[in-house]
Nanobody
Framework: QVQPVESGGGLVQAGGSLRLSCAAS????????LGWYRQAPGKQRELVAA???????NYADSVKGRFTISRDIAKNTVSLQMNSLKPEDTAVYYC??????WGKGTLVTVSS
């Protein structure tokens, strides 16, 4: 059973940084698309960033230039470096591996 596990969420002031990480076993990261999604209260879950098996990255317009997705194939981890955080980045962040595997989420709260 593949179960992604996120870590690194927390409370940070606006302008600050956080780094989220996601780890999983039982699946090969290098041949799957890896993604970070988020869901704010009262809103739909949205894609934040993704990296394909070929290493191509795409980002939501709202985080371009501030967030960076990366992967460590040897460690089977995918990370999201979040800089210049804004209150509107407050959400539960989820890791997704391929199409089927979701983590349970980690809460990021950005105070103004």
């Amino acid at each position: 059973q593949v179960q992604p596990v996120e870590s690194g969420g927390g409370l940070v002031q606006a302008g600050g940084s956080l780094r989220l990480s996601c780890a999983a076993s039982g699946i090969i990261f290098s041949i799957n698309t890896l993604g970070w999604y988020r869901q704010a209260p009262g809103k739909q879950r949205e894609l934040v960033a993704a990296i394909t098996s070929g290493g191509l990255r795409n980002y939501a317009d709202s985080v371009k230039g501030r967030f960076t997705i990366s992967r460590d194939i040897a460690k089977n981890t995918v990370s999201l470096q979040m800089n210049s955080l804004k209150p509107e980045d407050t959400a539960v962040y989820y890791c997704r591996i391929a199409l089927n595997y979701w983590g349970k989420g980690t809460l990021v709260t950005v105070s103004s």
